[in-house]
């Protein structure tokens, strides 16, 4: 008689079955979905600077993050071919990683505006509840999401949702640190990890698709004057720098 053949699953391993994708593991899509984001900013990171990157995931995702763990991690992926680790120690997707990377980033992305949206959340909450859904989004929930939200181009926080054609930053956009004083612009992208840092945003108004101007900077402080429709507000140019913003 024939032993059972061992699940893939079971070995962390791309799953499939009837009406659905490949599956990879969720701890391989959260490496994923991070190499994906740091090569939206046009990062290519080594093994410590993806450590810190990992780091900044929600604790409740259960990576292992020392640096050894994250390595052991890439040697994986690059068995897998999803991953290169070039002559000069960074990581690239390849061809297949950045499938999937773009597969969890939609996914994500598409999650974030369901709490956000049809759910309303707010939206410093909505980056760590997409983590907790977007492992288990099958095709046909993301089919029904697309259609419920009418198609978003973009997430909640600005990041284009892979699939619609949005490019990675958008056409004229510089980060707020760069805005020309007195002039009016328009957040396209806020940073979406620091909860605390979300809510000083959202309750000043600077999110995406309100208008911003800078009032005042004092480079050699390393601190700016933002105005917005709450009022005027302070702000630290290594904040500034994280925010994108277009000519309003």
Not at 138 to 158: A, C, F, M, T, W
Request: proline share 8%; with cysteine; net charge neutral.
């Amino acid at each position: 008689m024939p032993r059972p053949r061992k699940s893939t699953a079971a070995r962390g391993e791309p799953v499939s079955g009837e009406g659905q994708h490949d599956r990879l593991s969720p701890g391989t899509e959260n490496y994923l979905l991070c190499l994906y984001r740091l090569w939206e900013d046009d990062e290519v990171p080594t093994i410590t600077q993806l450590t810190d990157a990992l780091r900044r995931l929600p604790s409740t995702e259960g990576l292992g993050t020392s640096v050894p763990s994250v390595a052991g991690m890439i040697r994986r992926m690059a068995r897998q071919q999803l991953v290169d680790i070039g002559a000069d120690k960074r990581i690239r997707l390849t061809r297949q990683g950045m499938e999937g990377g773009e597969d969890i980033a939609r996914r994500h992305r598409l999650a974030e505006w369901m709490v956000v949206s049809l759910l309303g959340m707010e939206l410093h909450q909505a980056h760590n509840e997409a983590h907790r859904l977007e492992h288990g989004m099958s095709p046909q929930l993301i089919e029904k999401l697309v259609e419920r939200l009418d198609n978003p181009r973009r997430s909640p926080y600005g990041r284009p949702i892979p699939g619609t054609g949005e490019p990675k930053i958008p056409p004229n956009s510089v980060t707020l640190d760069a805005a020309e004083p007195g002039r009016s612009y328009i957040v396209d992208r806020v940073p979406e990890e620091d909860q605390q840092l979300l809510k000083f945003l959202t309750g000043s108004e600077i999110v995406p698709e309100q208008t911003v101007t800078v009032a005042g900077a004092t480079p050699f402080l390393g601190v700016m004057e933002v105005a917005t429709g709450q009022g005027q507000v302070s702000m630290g140019f290594t904040v500034a720098r994280q925010i994108v913003v277009r000519p309003a």
